[in-house]
């Protein structure tokens, strides 16, 4: 037996269906469209809250203003359906449902082109996403959809990020990060606009100096340039010149901990340290914890051991990382060994690099999977772990 809201719901749709067919376009909406697909339209883009249509073409920017003849909703569909029918040959108009396979950069590139004329934000989401993408067919689509997803989806290929429109897709993030509640959205977008030749130095400041109040923006940083941070007050670690004298050979010859020393060592390293801190004493909300592990992990991946899985708890890794650390019997630790030999007091240094080269969410999920909580009362709650990783960054700081 069918239940009183599917009954409904079926009368709704039938409704709906009932009025579509009754639904016309206007006579004058109905020619001025068609003049305007008729005439080469590069780009559509429909202002749904005025009911207008906007198309663009080689002599500019054209205005249709929409006279519905029923719901605007409905009438909207129709127009869309003329569109589509003239674009794709296909009445039924733009696919929407195909969302998450067009987010995967799977759009046809025979198609890009159309997909702009069809007056469908997610038409032109796949368009943004395709591997295809041109510096022609990226101005059109950001005339089609200028919001920050497809500034961020354009950032990410390369050559639109080189061309002219890359430096204006930054400039519009910049602008709209202040209003970016997503910390997630947020380091992706100060990512991103950290590209070569995208802003200047004294943006690239202005951005540095906003992480002292939202410790997202420095994730954005650590995540474009952990090897060139923008901190000139901290220097190298106060042994750092003896290590790079006594390891430059072994670095030389490939060996990852005597490379690894090195670098951590230097100023910069010291400035990459102490930005995680920052960052890790303060915290706004679970995401940004994770981000931040999975950065440090990277930083310090090329000595990460083979045997570290995703199951490792704050305790598990650093039991491994001492063991590994204090017995160097293993074949793997042959690098280990010869860092060793030559500089001993580096053990603890090495281990601290072998504990944070493990860290991942398998680390935090025993917390996170018993809280939601955020701010203060997350960090309190984090202590068992971040105490830990406090440590590792004081013993490779030297202090």
């Not at 009368?11 to 709906?16: G, P």
């Not at 997610?122 to 993408?133: C, F, N, S, T």
Request: contains cysteine; charged residues 25%.
């Amino acid at each position: 037996m069918k239940s009183r809201f599917t009954s409904e719901m079926e009368c709704v749709t039938s409704l709906n269906i009932t009025i579509m067919a009754i639904i016309e376009l206007s006579n004058e909406d109905n020619l001025r469209l068609n003049v305007l697909l008729a005439n080469n339209v590069q780009a559509i883009r429909i202002d749904e809250s005025k009911m207008i249509v906007y198309g663009l073409s080689e002599q500019g920017e054209a205005k249709i203003q929409l006279h519905p003849t029923g719901r605007d909703e409905l009438y909207l569909k129709k127009v869309r359906e003329l569109i589509s029918g003239h674009i794709l040959n296909s009445p039924g108009g733009y696919p929407v449902y195909l969302k998450r396979w067009n987010r995967m950069g799977q759009a046809k590139d025979e198609n890009l082109e159309q997909l702009l004329k069809l007056g469908e934000p997610e038409a032109v989401v796949a368009v943004v996403h395709a591997p295809a993408l041109t510096v022609e067919l990226a101005h059109r689509a950001w005339w089609a959809l200028p919001n920050s997803e497809t500034a961020r989806s354009m950032l990410r290929n390369e050559k639109i990020a080189q061309s002219e429109i890359g430096k204006v897709l930054a400039q519009y993030l910049i602008e709209f990060l202040p209003f970016e509640d997503d910390p997630i959205n947020l380091i992706q977008s100060v990512t991103l606009v950290l590209q070569p030749g995208l802003i200047d130095e004294d943006t690239r400041q202005k951005l540095w100096f906003r992480g002292r109040t939202k410790t997202a923006y420095l994730l954005g940083f650590l995540a474009a340039e952990p090897d060139n941070l923008p901190n000139s007050l901290i220097t190298p670690r106060a042994d750092a010149a003896q290590i790079k004298q006594h390891l430059s050979s072994l670095a030389a010859n490939g060996n990852n901990i005597a490379k690894q020393l090195i670098k951590i060592s230097s100023a910069n390293g010291q400035i990459f340290l102490d930005c995680c801190e920052r960052v890790l004493r303060k915290p706004s909300n679970q995401e940004v914890v994770s981000v931040l592990f999975g950065l440090i992990a990277k930083y310090f991946e090329t000595i990460r051991p083979d045997d570290y899985d995703n199951e490792m708890n704050i305790v598990s890794l650093i039991e491994r990382a001492s063991n590994r650390c204090e017995t160097c019997l293993d074949t793997s630790s042959v690098e280990r060994r010869a860092v060793l030999e030559i500089m001993p007091e580096m053990q603890d240094s090495i281990k601290a690099m072998l504990i944070l080269s493990g860290l991942g969410y398998s680390v935090l999920q025993p917390i996170f999977s018993r809280t939601t909580a955020i701010g203060s009362l997350m960090r309190k709650k984090l202590a068992p772990v971040t105490g830990p990783i406090l440590e590792q960054f004081a013993i490779l700081r030297n202090s």
